[in-house]
């Protein structure tokens, strides 16, 4: 039987930082890139011509249940701090077999913003937390 080419489904991913696999992400957004366009009208010239610009990339954000680790708070605070830690990474969509299919790697990322989770004495829902990934490149395998 010849392999399912997709659609994949959303739910199944992992997200790796340095190599190390950090489960229980919820929900990962922000892959993306844009393209500046400079306009310019040359002398004589009734319309306007358009290049491409400077390429920019997303911020990747991250959510997950709070769990005792705390590796990924510290790396913000550390960043926070002063300190220059810079990491590369991926975020890796797995099949229905978990087999991985598409790899996004994002290099060159640091924590720019953490956010504790939104607590509601009422609520039934996991607490999660936030981190927000400043990207300097994207890629796709």
């Not at 994949?8 to 990962?28: K, L, R, S, W």
């Not at 922000?30 to 366009?37: H, Q, R, T």
């Not at 996004?104 to 509601?120: I, N």
């Not at 400043?134 to 796709?140: A, I, L, N, P």
Request: some cysteine.
């Amino acid at each position: 039987m010849p392999p399912n080419d997709g659609p994949y489904g959303n739910f199944n991913f992992v997200v790796e930082i340095d190599g190390i696999a950090i489960a229980g992400f919820t929900e990962c957004s922000g892959l993306g890139a844009s393209v500046d366009v400079i306009t310019y009208r040359e002398g004589g010239d009734t319309s306007v011509r358009k290049l491409p610009g400077l390429r920019k990339f997303s911020n990747i954000t991250l959510r997950r249940g709070v769990t005792r680790a705390h590796e990924l708070f510290d790396w913000f605070n550390n960043v926070a701090n002063g300190v220059h830690d810079r990491r590369n990474g991926a975020v890796v969509l797995l099949d229905a077999a978990l087999v991985p299919v598409v790899r996004w790697q994002f290099v060159r990322v640091f924590p720019c913003q953490w956010e504790g989770p939104h607590l509601d004495a009422s609520g039934h829902t996991v607490a999660l937390e936030t981190l927000v990934l400043c990207c300097e490149g994207v890629s796709r395998s």
